[in-house]
Nanobody, 116 residues
Framework: QVRVVESGGGLVQPGGSLRLSCVVS????????ITWYRQVPGKEREFVAT????????HYGGFVKDRFTISRDNAKNTAYLQMDNLKVEDTAVYYC?????????WGQGTQVTVSS
């Protein structure tokens, strides 16, 4: 059974950095497409970043503007989201999605709060 677990969220000041991790257990990680989303209460879930299975090609949401970097370590079944120069408006619950056709698996999310 596939399980997705995010970690690394927390409270950070504006301009600070966080690195989120997404561990996918249960097999198939290297064949899955990992995508990060975020959501704030009352709003729809928003696309943040995704990368190809080998991690060589990445795509980002328009708001990222070179502040975030998605990566993955297939040997550790782990994907990462490095977030730099964080802004107050980046405050949200960040979710990791593993897409292993035809199945989609979501984690429970990790809270990121950017505040002074």
């Amino acid at each position: 059974q596939v399980r997705v677990v995010e970690s690394g969220g927390g409270l950070v000041q504006p301009g600070g950095s966080l690195r989120l991790s997404c561990v996918v257990s249960g097999g198939g990680f290297s064949s899955s497409v990992i995508t990060w989303y975020r959501q704030v209460p009352g709003k729809e879930r928003e696309f943040v970043a995704t990368a190809t299975r080998d991690g060589n090609i990445a795509h980002y949401g328009g708001f990222v503007k070179d502040r975030f970097t998605i990566s993955r370590d297939n040997a550790k079944n782990t994907a990462y989201l490095q977030m730099d120069n964080l802004k107050v408006e980046d405050t949200a619950v960040y979710y990791c999605k593993s897409y292993l056709p035809p199945n989609v698996y979501w984690g429970q999310g990790t809270q990121v709060t950017v505040s002074s």
